[in-house]
């Protein structure tokens, strides 16, 4: 065997590439549709997942896996919901501040796929390195609350670049704040042209009907390829 047919694995990304890859395959066996939920702390990403499990009808049954650093608090949020909720904690493995594909394969596989169509792997709430780490989702999603202002995707790009949809959630709070969201917007289309971005408020439930007819879209798509 010559050295250059053996794959070498440099760094800690290219491993978790490889771990990501094969949670992909494991999910698309089972067919599941995998949603990479991420957003700052306070962002709101628990409260969406609140109204879209309300929300997304009987026909799509979802599970969840809840990243965080410490705490089971957006777990038991979920509970009344009756849907599986798989728990990762990253304290015990050093605290990291994003999930990495390892700790979603040992919670997938934890998980009895056949009863779900729908995955929402909640990561840990930060703006930087979740963006960074391929957990083998088929799509990124922010959450991103008017609160954090116009400028952050300039100041974050690769968060904004990666994802395939942007909410832009709390729009119930503009009339409070000097934030144009025209402008926000704009500044998103700057850095991801291609991204889907929708407007909503997850606690008055303006726009959630957009984003719902776009997630089951995404998931017709999936399984029909
Ligand atoms: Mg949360
Ligand atoms: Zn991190």
């Known amino acids: 065997m010559t050295r250059d047919k053996i794959e070498i694995i440099t760094?800690?990304?290219d491993a978790n590439r490889v771990v990501a890859e094969e949670n992909r395959r494991i999910l698309k066996q089972a067919g599941v549709f995998a949603i990479n939920l991420m957003g700052s702390p306070g962002s709101g990403k628990t409260r969406v997942l609140e109204r879209t499990l309300e929300n997304i009808g009987n026909k799509i049954r979802a599970g969840i896996i809840q990243g965080d650093i410490t705490t089971t608090l957006d777990s038991e949020r979920l509970m009344k919901f009756e849907v599986p909720v798989v728990q990762i904690n990253t304290e015990p493995f050093g605290g990291d501040c994003h999930l990495g594909a390892n700790l979603v394969q040992r919670a997938v596989k934890s998980m009895d796929l056949s009863q779900i169509g729908l995955l929402f792997i909640e990561n840990v709430g930060n703006l930087v390195c979740p963006a960074e780490f391929d957990i083998g989702e088929n799509l990124?999603?922010?959450?991103?609350?008017?609160?954090?202002?116009?400028?952050?995707?300039?100041?974050y790009p690769l968060m904004f670049r990666e994802c395939g949809v942007v909410l832009i959630n709390k729009i119930d709070l503009l009339k409070h704040l000097n934030v144009k969201i025209d402008h926000l917007t704009q500044n998103i289309r700057r850095i991801n042209p291609g991204a889907e971005v929708l407007r909503l408020s997850a606690e008055t439930g303006e726009g959630v009907d957009e984003w719902i007819s776009f997630l089951k879209d995404r998931i017709n798509l999936y399984r029909a390829s």
């Open 140 to 155: 990124k999603m922010l959450v991103f609350s008017v609160t954090e202002g116009e400028e952050k995707p300039l100041k």
């Open 11 to 13: 760094d800690v990304l």
